[in-house]
């Protein structure tokens, strides 16, 4: 079957770093998207990983392990503008369709 | 700048009323998506398109139709609201499909649909 899990509510502090994770069972795997969403706004794109490894822009940073159906995003130097929530989507080999995670609401503390 | 723009922010329908969802992009791109989100769910996919006057069914198409005769402009239909369709509906659009790219999906503001 097919499977995407986050954790649905993680807490910070302004200026530290948090990872947000997020494990995938899919029957087929062709690139992992993390979008961020502001409450009643629209998801907007923020990485995109389809080979191993860490892709870097600016303060978030994500990763990617396909062997072990992980990634995570990491957000550096929290201001309070990231309190949002996080979605991970998994695109499907087979038709190219989005697999969408139920998302991990952040929320930031002064 | 890219744009997906819904035709409404708010609506308020009854039961049994036919219920109309526009979305239009204004960036050429082939590919457009209705979802529904609900909390503590992912997104779900309702319908998507990948050309004009074509449609395909996504893992929730039951009481819901589409239609796409512009390239630009993708409608969600509710034949007849439900209650139970009570939820944020989303319309996102994309490049062509088959290929290795990200060619993200862009979303609209989203349209807060209840059914009394």
């Known amino acids: 079957g097919q499977n995407i899990d986050q954790p649905t509510e993680m807490t910070a502090t302004e200026g530290a770093i948090v990872q947000i994770n997020c494990t995938y069972q899919?029957?087929?795997?062709?690139?992992l998207f993390w979008y961020q969403q502001h409450a009643g706004e629209a998801p907007t794109f923020l990485s995109y990983?389809?080979l191993d490894g860490l892709e870097e822009k600016g303060r978030f940073s994500s990763f990617l392990s396909r062997s072990k159906g992980y990634s995570y995003l990491l957000l550096k130097e929290l201001q309070m503008k990231d309190s949002a929530s996080y979605l991970c989507?998994?695109?499907?080999?087979?038709?190219?369709?989005?697999?969408w995670g139920a998302g991990t609401k952040l929320i930031i503390k002064p | 700048d890219v744009k997906v723009t819904q035709s409404s922010r708010y609506l308020v329908k009854r039961t049994g009323e036919k219920v109309f969802l526009e979305c239009v992009q204004d960036?050429?791109?082939?590919?457009m998506f209705w979802y529904r989100q609900d909390p503590g769910l992912g997104l779900r996919l309702i319908y998507f398109?990948?050309?004009?006057?074509?449609?395909e069914k996504g893992d929730i198409p039951e009481g819901y139709s589409v239609s796409r005769e512009k390239k630009e402009r993708f409608s969600l239909i509710l034949e007849s609201a439900s209650t139970n369709q009570t939820s944020m509906y989303l319309c996102?659009?994309?490049?062509?499909?088959?290929?290795?790219?990200?060619?993200?999906?862009?979303f609209g503001p989203g349209t807060r649909l209840t059914v009394t």
């Open positions: 989507a998994v695109r499907d080999r087979s038709n190219y369709q989005l697999i």
């Open positions: 996102a659009s994309s490049r062509d499909r088959g290929h290795s790219a990200s060619y993200e999906q862009y």
């Open positions: 398109s990948y050309d004009v006057k074509m449609k």
């Open positions: 899919t029957s087929g795997f062709n690139g």
């Open positions: 990983n389809v």
């Open positions: 960036m050429d791109h082939e590919n």
